[in-house]
């Protein structure tokens, strides 16, 4: 009797005591698909710390700014149970940051992210190819967009070159 006693206030102990919660871990088979058409996924390097997170040099953006760098507030610190993990800078990473309210974005032991050359890493790169095209990389012109832009300027640069000539031949058949 001592002993169903004992099992029974063991059992009402485990129920009465908060379960762990199981938000800090990624989706089971996880993909960028599941997060949406709006989501951001770039490849790039985890940088130094500033004011509301770290840098995160871009390599290659898909579905996302073609500015380098970002910002991602990392939730780093020791993997203790509140979604906290390592971070260091100079690591790669292909990354699906989560996009808070006012634009910031933020990265904890749940977001989908590895290293580009890892298995995980390139499926994720395969599936954000196959959904939102070849990615742009910073500081790179859409194709076609650079030679247009010098088109212009080179087609403005002679026509003012040839407004002034014929200013001045103007003006020297007048005095002369």
Do not use: W
Request: hydrophobic letters at 45%; one cysteine or more; glycine letters at 12%.
């Amino acid at each position: 009797m001592r002993r169903l006693t004992l099992l029974i206030g063991a059992l009402l102990l485990m129920l009465a005591s908060p379960m762990p919660a199981l938000a800090c871990s990624p989706p089971f088979n996880p993909t960028i698909e599941a997060l949406g058409p709006s989501q951001l996924v770039p490849v790039g390097t985890i940088g130094e710390r500033v004011n509301g997170g770290r840098l995160f040099h871009i390599e290659r953006a898909f579905n996302g700014p073609a500015t380098t760098p970002i910002v991602i507030a990392f939730k780093e610190g020791e993997p203790i149970g509140d979604c906290n993990y390592p971070v260091r800078a100079g690591e790669r990473l292909i990354i699906a940051p989560f996009m808070e309210d006012g634009g910031l974005l933020s990265a904890d032991l749940g977001t989908l992210q590895a290293t580009p050359d890892s298995p995980d890493g390139l499926r994720y790169l395969n599936e954000a190819e196959t959904l939102f095209g070849p990615g742009i990389v910073p500081g790179e012109a859409e194709p076609g967009q650079d030679d247009m832009s010098n088109l212009i300027v080179a087609a403005l640069a002679i026509g003012a070159l040839v407004a002034v000539t014929l200013l001045v031949v103007v003006r020297r058949a007048r005095a002369g």
